[in-house]
């Protein structure tokens, strides 16, 4: 590296190879004396803001010796390759962050220590922490280039003998570097949100072989949703590897984890009477004229070390106290001393008694943020450079804030979060205002090659700066960063903010082209996080309509039908699905668009198979599987949610079953699957395995079914699809009743039930009933059987979902045959019996449903049979065997033949 000259304030660490004066003195122009030099090897070791503290002088470290042993028992047990995690709650100020450099300090030699910390306005700002620990393992610096962190990525990953291809492209896509193959890029958010966690726990995971690693994440109440998701997952990983995972929080935060073998939780109180004692007398000495203050001293801070802190810095400053550390009188009489009632009246009366100047800065300080560069710093204070350093060294004397190393120029933070808070608290409305306009311009101009690394921080500071125009452009620009990543609980808390905003401005068709936007880009992460049916959803999409109408951009109307026409499905709303269904192919047709159209003839027939018009439905889902090319239309999963070759496919094979061409039904079917499981896009991929039962069910094939739906659970639940998941609990207890466990099942299916409703779905009302009544009937629960379709049959009318009406006839007639156990009592419900069975068959005739109609056609001619009615009663089997090609072969189809022959 070649020979630096840097200030005397600078915390890096200097090392000569031979002596300390190997790179000698040179005269420097302005400097009446030779300068010595030193090569710069990279930053020291004061890494943190309490190792900078160190480095100017601690106060002692009392107590804890418990709360120290638990985390030496815990480091321990993970050195032996019994990861641990320990979670440590707190209130501000009791010393949570210093407990953890104390036990870091007595690490042993070889464990590394990476740490990262969350901010209080980071909570919408996905992966920051995260981003900024893997910045600080790759030692990546501000003025890197991508080149540069594309290398340093490279070298990490090479160096613990890991496959390139399974975790370079999602960690460059995290770091915003530029790839040169789009398929990370196109791939489904939410694969890659996956992808992306998994491949940073692999990689600390294998780290940990390296050496030991204590992870420290501070103020998890601050935390954003996919760094959670990350630590949630890290902490399901580590029992099996050489890591100490240390959190910290606030009490009001919850972690989602429970103690356990290898995770503990602990609550830090304050310090004990004593121990706060010796805190006070080391701070303050032993002169007998400080006895009576410090009684009042422990009465108002109750234990709480920085707030003690902070009063005794208070007396310092107002000259109450005169000496230094350990060696304090007082100068007045104590009982004439005011003490705060808080430890923010104590921070706001020290920052009052600052000089003017270095208030102002302290701040402007605040405004930027808990942690800054001297860059920025000096680009927002607009003061001379070495009148800045003068006022920094005096906020850093006054314990305001710590100065850190890194790589390309020192860092400051503040001592502690409430520091941060109290100043910014002093600012008045207007001051913020400028202050935080002013701080975005400056990180405008300073990273203008890569403002996508700071488009939340900047959305943030033009919010609040009211400046509306750049505010609305970086939060859709941290939005769409959002939903890119899968953060989409973020990205549907930036569109929000970014609405709230908007009407702030004039009406006009600016405002509303804008608003249109913000709505098409909340819809699908609304979908997301909420669910297809939800009202908001709902809202989000109408309002997008009405916005289109007004601004006229006819580009975006087909995608607002597409959105406007899954919500209404889903909630079983089908005459208005279908309006928008046949809209959606009228405008595709128009514009004579491919794309569109093999969307729309999809729409269509999802549309047509819940109303039961399987043959709309195989006309149009051919059309779609013609129109479909695989690396042409990958990005319809993104844009419309499901890949229209995989959802055409297992379309088409569900309504060939039900039309009793049960071969080539299971050709599509299996082309399905593969596609979905080729394409790795969950969504689709879980819709597969979700129809993939359901056709199993058809089929009468339980072992089958149960497999599909239970692949389908675990996907759904790994990736949050509430819908999925219920619809394949369904299926799934169904099968589990069908083999002889209709207890389980009757528990999975209501359950299930339970799981789609929460997501304001009423789809599939009249069919989850009838499944739950056939498991109620496998296990002899007759009579609650029959209250459960006359459920399913109060659904049917409301809904007009008549997609699989067939089979609740058929199994309420099955169960009135049950209860009819003598002749006598079958004599009086037989006509019953034969109106439900008539009525399943003329079902299935209309909707072309052969297999439905022949499974109401065997019962059918029983009941005739038994009423003596046996023309008849050959007759309904004639007519449906007739159906069926002679060649045609299936059990339920022998079973039909052999029995008109024994009538015959």
């Known amino acids: 590296m070649c020979p630096a000259l840097l200030p005397a304030r600078r915390y890096f660490t200097f090392r000569s190879v031979n002596s300390p004066d190997v790179l000698g003195d040179i005269a420097v122009r302005g400097m009446r004396e030779p300068v010595g030099i030193f090569e710069v090897l990279g930053a020291g070791a004061l890494r943190t803001r309490l190792q900078v503290a160190a480095s100017r002088g601690l106060t002692h470290f009392f107590g804890r010796q418990m709360e120290l042993e638990r985390l030496h028992q815990a480091l321990q047990r993970a050195l032996a390759g019994q990861g641990q995690v320990v979670a440590l709650a707190g209130e501000p100020g009791v010393g949570k962050s210093r407990l953890f450099y104390e036990f870091k300090r007595h690490c042993p030699p070889g464990c590394r220590v990476l740490e990262t910390f969350s901010v209080?306005?980071?909570?919408?700002?996905?992966?920051?922490?995260?981003?900024?620990?893997?910045?600080?393992?790759?030692?990546?610096?501000?003025?890197?280039?991508?080149?540069?962190?594309?290398?340093?990525?490279?070298?990490?990953?090479?160096?613990?003998?890991?496959?390139?291809?399974?975790?370079?492209?999602?960690?460059?896509?995290?770091?915003?570097?530029?790839?040169?193959?789009?398929?990370?890029?196109?791939?489904?958010?939410?694969?890659?949100?996956?992808?992306?966690?998994?491949?940073?726990?692999?990689?600390?995971?294998?780290?940990?072989s390296r050496q030991p690693l204590v992870m420290v994440f501070e103020d998890l109440q601050w935390l954003d949703t996919e760094t959670l998701a990350f630590l949630e997952g890290l902490v399901g990983a580590v029992s099996g590897a050489r890591i100490l995972l240390l959190v910290n929080f606030r009490p009001e935060y919850q972690p989602g984890w429970r103690a356990s073998r290898y995770c503990t939780l602990l609550r830090l109180e304050p310090l004990r009477e004593a121990e706060a004692t010796q805190l006070l007398d080391t701070l303050l000495g032993d002169d007998a004229s400080l006895t009576a203050l410090k009684s009042r001293i422990m009465a108002q801070t109750e234990g709480n070390p920085f707030f003690l802190e902070e009063v005794v810095q208070g007396f310092v400053e107002e000259k109450v106290l005169r000496g230094t550390r350990s060696h304090y009188r007082l100068e007045q009489a104590p009982a004439g001393l005011r003490i705060p009632a808080t430890v923010q009246g104590v921070l706001s009366a020290r920052i009052d008694r600052l000089a003017p100047a270095d208030k102002a800065l302290l701040q402007i300080l605040a405004v930027i943020g808990k942690t800054f560069t001297w860059s920025l710093v000096l680009q927002v204070a607009d003061s001379p450079a070495d009148e800045l350093h003068r006022q920094l060294a005096r906020l850093q004397n006054g314990e305001y804030l710590y100065a850190r190393p890194a790589l390309a120029q020192v860092e400051y933070s503040f001592k502690h979060a409430l520091t941060q808070e109290v100043a910014y608290g002093t600012l008045l409305t207007h001051q913020r205002k400028g202050l935080h306009e002013r701080t975005a311009q400056a990180i405008e101009t300073l990273f203008e090659g890569h403002l996508d690394d700071h488009c939340s921080t900047l959305a943030y500071h033009y919010r609040l700066s009211l400046n509306l125009p750049k505010a609305l452009e970086y939060l859709q620009r941290?939005?769409?960063?959002?939903?890119?990543?899968?953060?989409?609980?973020?990205?549907?808390?930036?569109?929000?903010?970014?609405?709230?905003?908007?009407?702030?401005?004039?009406?006009?068709?600016?405002?509303?082209?804008?608003?249109?936007?913000?709505?098409?880009?909340?819809?699908?992460?609304?979908?997301?996080?909420?669910?297809?049916?939800?009202?908001?959803?709902?809202?989000?999409?109408?309002?997008?309509?009405?916005?289109?109408?007004?601004?006229?951009?006819?580009?975006?109307?087909?995608f607002i039908l597409a959105g406007l026409r899954i919500h209404y499905l889903v909630r079983a709303e089908h005459r208005m699905a279908q309006a928008l269904g046949e809209q959606l192919l009228q405008l595709a047709e128009q514009l004579q668009d491919h794309d569109l159209q093999l969307e729309a003839h999809c729409a269509m027939g999802s549309v047509f198979f819940f109303?039961?018009?399987?043959?709309?439905?195989?006309?149009?889902?051919?059309?779609?599987?013609?129109?479909?090319?695989?690396?042409?239309?990958?990005?319809?999963?993104?844009?419309?949610?499901?890949?229209?070759?995989?959802?055409?496919?297992?379309?088409?094979?569900?309504?060939?079953?039900?039309?009793?061409?049960?071969?080539?039904?299971?050709?599509?079917?299996?082309?399905?699957?593969?596609?979905?499981?080729?394409?790795?896009?969950?969504?689709?991929?879980?819709?597969?395995?979700?129809f993939a039962a359901e056709w199993h069910r058809l089929r009468r094939d339980a072992p089958q079914a149960q497999a599909c739906a239970q692949a389908s659970i675990e996907l759904a639940r790994e990736q949050g699809f509430m819908l999925w998941s219920g619809y394949g609990m369904v299926l799934c207890g169904w099968a589990r009743a069908r083999q002889a466990a209709p207890d389980t099942g009757i528990e999975l299916i209501r359950a299930g039930i339970a799981a789609f409703r929460a997501t304001e779905a009423r789809l599939y009302d009249a069919h989850f009933q009838t499944l739950l009544a056939e498991a109620l009937a496998i296990k002899g629960d007759f009579e609650q059987a029959q209250r459960v379709l006359a459920q399913a049959e109060v659904a049917v009318s409301r809904q007009q979902e008549p997609v699989f009406d067939a089979q609740l006839f058929c199994l309420k007639a099955d169960v009135l045959t049950r209860l009819a156990s003598t002749p006598a009592r079958y004599a009086g419900q037989a006509r019953v019996i034969e109106a439900n069975l008539r009525r399943a068959a003329r079902i299935a005739r209309g909707q072309g449903a052969r297999l439905l109609e022949l499974r109401a056609a065997c019962p059918l001619s029983r009941c005739l049979h038994r009423q003596q009615r046996f023309d008849e009663a050959r007759q309904v089997l004639v007519d449906i065997c007739d159906c069926f090609p002679v060649n045609a072969d299936f059990d339920e189809l022998r079973a039909a033949r052999a029995l008109l022959a024994q009538l015959a």
């Open 611 to 690: 109303l039961g018009r399987f043959s709309d439905v195989r006309c149009h889902v051919e059309k779609a599987i013609a129109l479909y090319a695989p690396e042409r239309h990958s990005f319809h999963a993104t844009h419309y949610g499901l890949d229209p070759g995989v959802s055409s496919r297992y379309q088409l094979a569900l309504v060939l079953q039900l039309m009793g061409e049960g071969k080539l039904a299971q050709r599509w079917m299996d082309q399905a699957l593969a596609l979905a499981h080729k394409l790795a896009q969950p969504f689709s991929r879980v819709a597969a395995l979700c």
């Open 478 to 558: 941290a939005a769409r960063q959002a939903a890119q990543r899968s953060a989409n609980s973020e990205a549907v808390q930036h569109c929000q903010q970014a609405l709230q905003l908007l009407q702030q401005l004039p009406q006009g068709a600016e405002r509303d082209s804008t608003e249109l936007d913000l709505q098409l880009a909340l819809g699908p992460s609304l979908m997301a996080v909420r669910g297809f049916a939800a009202s908001e959803v709902g809202q989000t999409y109408r309002r997008a309509l009405a916005l289109q109408r007004q601004v006229g951009r006819s580009t975006d109307l087909f």
């Open 120 to 208: 209080s306005h980071g909570k919408a700002f996905a992966y920051l922490p995260l981003i900024e620990l893997l910045n600080s393992q790759l030692q990546i610096a501000p003025q890197d280039d991508e080149r540069q962190r594309r290398d340093k990525l490279i070298g990490w990953i090479l160096g613990l003998e890991l496959a390139l291809d399974q975790h370079l492209p999602y960690l460059l896509h995290l770091l915003g570097i530029v790839e040169a193959a789009p398929a990370v890029q196109q791939m489904d958010p939410l694969v890659r949100r996956q992808r992306t966690l998994e491949a940073l726990q692999r990689l600390f995971v294998h780290e940990a």
